[in-house]
């Protein structure tokens, strides 16, 4: 069993940084791929960035491509998000996620396990 803790979200002005942080347990957090997914009001959970188990692969969303940055320190069993230059519609609930295999995945139904979200809300 996996169990998956995000932390850092918050408020912050447009413009402004903020940091996600997602902390791993049970299986082996190095063996397996990990993705970040967003979901706002009355939308659909989006793909934002995923990161491979080594963390030599990376992807992200067009949406956030140039402001945000996967990254992985597998010592610490943490994936982070780090995202500069925020935007009002980056607002929603952001989800850390375990891939099923090692590559940096970016479908939903790609991944096994899933934390309880975070919420960023940006303001203007």
């Known amino acids: 069993q996996v169990q998956l803790v995000e932390s850092g979200g918050g408020l912050v002005q447009a413009g402004g940084s903020l940091r996600l942080s997602c902390a791993a347990s049970?299986?082996?957090?190095?063996?397996?791929?990990m993705g970040w997914f967003r979901q706002a009001p009355g939308k659909e959970r989006e793909f934002v960035a995923a990161?491979?188990?080594?963390?030599?692969?990376?992807y992200y969303a067009d949406s956030v491509k140039g402001r945000f940055t996967i990254s992985r320190d597998n010592a610490k069993n943490t994936v982070y998000l780090q995202m500069k230059s925020l935007k009002p519609e980056d607002t929603a609930v952001y989800y850390c996620a375990q891939s099923r295999t090692v590559v940096a995945n970016r479908q939903r139904n790609d991944y096994d396990y899933w934390g309880q979200g975070t919420q960023v809300t940006v303001s203007s």
């Open positions: 049970g299986r082996t957090f190095s063996s397996y791929g």
């Open positions: 990161i491979s188990w080594s963390g030599s692969i990376t």
